[in-house]
Nanobody
Framework: QVQLVESGGGLVQPGGSLRLSCAAS????????MGWYRQAPGKERELVAE???????NYADSVKGRFTISRDNGKNTVHLQMNSLKTEDTAVYYC??????????????WGQGAQVTVSS
């Protein structure tokens, strides 16, 4: 079993910055990719950013140039630096990771969610 624990988030004014972090623990042999999704009220969950074990990143068009995802493979952690935040970035942000356990099974795990509110 693989657990993801998120930290960060909170309330910030438009134009401000926040940083989210996520740490994975458990019977992890390898992680293929870690990333962040978000879900705003009344909307579907959407990919925000993802980074593979090889360092390849993928961003939603709406956050390109404003958000930066980074990963520490040795610590199984991922961070999301969010700059120039807009009110439309308000959502619950979920960490996600998928890979292989020591039991040679695949896993896909989610964090508990972190609220990000952008408001003046």
């Amino acid at each position: 079993q693989v657990q993801l624990v998120e930290s960060g988030g909170g309330l910030v004014q438009p134009g401000g910055s926040l940083r989210l972090s996520c740490a994975a623990s458990g019977s992890i042999f390898s992680i293929n990719a870690m990333g962040w999704y978000r879900q705003a009220p009344g909307k579907e969950r959407e990919l925000v950013a993802e980074v593979t074990s090889g360092g390849i990143t993928n961003y939603a068009d709406s956050v390109k140039g404003r958000f930066t995802i980074s990963r520490d493979n040795g610590k199984n952690t991922v961070h999301l630096q969010m700059n120039s935040l807009k009110t439309e970035d308000t959502a619950v942000y979920y960490c996600n990771a998928y890979g292989t356990t020591y039991s040679w099974t695949t896993f896909r795990s989610w964090g508990q969610g972190a609220q990000v509110t952008v408001s003046s």
